[in-house]
């Protein structure tokens, strides 16, 4: 029977917004999955420029959180991407940093 109810898994992965944003000196970015897959989390600068790695290990599905904060950086004000890559999921999302 095509339809109904069945037991397939939907492979959710969702990035959420970093909180707060604007932000100094720190943030929080959460994402979901629901399945287990090696998970890498980058934060970039305007021109593309790759200033930190958050994540990057093997982990199961689940909620996640991380802090993200400027204080060994010297990050001027503006615009900076957060890139989250779960398996063969990846999403960018911009946070802004206000000094």
Do not use: C, D, H
Not at 39 to 45: D, E, H, V
Request: aromatic share 14%; net charge positive.
């Amino acid at each position: 029977m095509v339809g109904g109810n069945n037991s397939t898994t939907v492979n959710n992965f969702i990035l959420y917004q970093n909180y707060p944003n604007p932000f100094n000196p720190t943030t929080k970015i959460s994402w979901t999955t629901s399945t287990e897959s090696w998970q890498t989390l980058k934060i970039y600068n305007a021109l593309g420029n790759e200033i930190a790695t958050l994540v990057n290990e093997y982990r199961p599905a689940g909620n996640y959180n991380v802090e993200f904060g400027i204080m060994s950086l010297e990050l001027s004000s503006g615009m900076y991407f957060y890139r989250l890559q779960s398996g063969n999921n990846y999403e960018t999302k911009k946070m802004i940093l206000l000094k």
